[in-house]
């Protein structure tokens, strides 16, 4: 993941290719569960999933195995608790910036579009 990029790293050992963010897959998966769209719409998946990332703390491992090893029941609990709530406030979060989008183009088209009224013009001069 960090370094899937074009080798630039190529003094590093292979062995750090596996470094990511514990959170990646688990917002992946739960975006996945709970927004049919972002099945369709690769843009708003990876909106929501960039949102819902910067919402959650950064854990960078080399093994999920090795992060799910050492952690109790409630820890996990927890990891699980905060990727639901950052996923479903990021789903909503990247909505309603699109609608506030959509509707602000909407209102500019239509003043292109629609003539001007006689309230809207300058008033007459009084020469």
């Known amino acids: 993941m960090l370094l899937n ?18 959170y990646e897959h688990l917002v992946l998966e739960e975006i996945a569960r709970t927004s049919e769209r972002s099945r369709q719409d690769m843009n708003f998946l990876a909106d929501v999933a960039c949102v819902a990332l910067n919402r959650l703390p950064p854990r960078y491992i080399r093994h999920d195995v090795d992060m799910t090893f050492f952690m109790s029941p409630m820890e996990l609990q927890e990891i699980q608790d905060k990727t ?16 506030e989008r959509m509707a602000a183009e ?18 007459a001069s009084p020469h």
């Open 5 to 22: 990029t074009p080798r630039r790293y190529a003094e590093l050992p292979s062995e750090v290719d596996s470094i990511h963010n514990y």
């Open 84 to 99: 639901k709530n950052a996923v479903a406030a990021a789903i909503d979060y990247v909505s309603r910036r699109e609608a």
């Open 106 to 123: 909407q209102l500019e088209e239509k003043s292109l579009t629609e003539p001007a009224t006689e309230s809207d013009a300058e008033p």
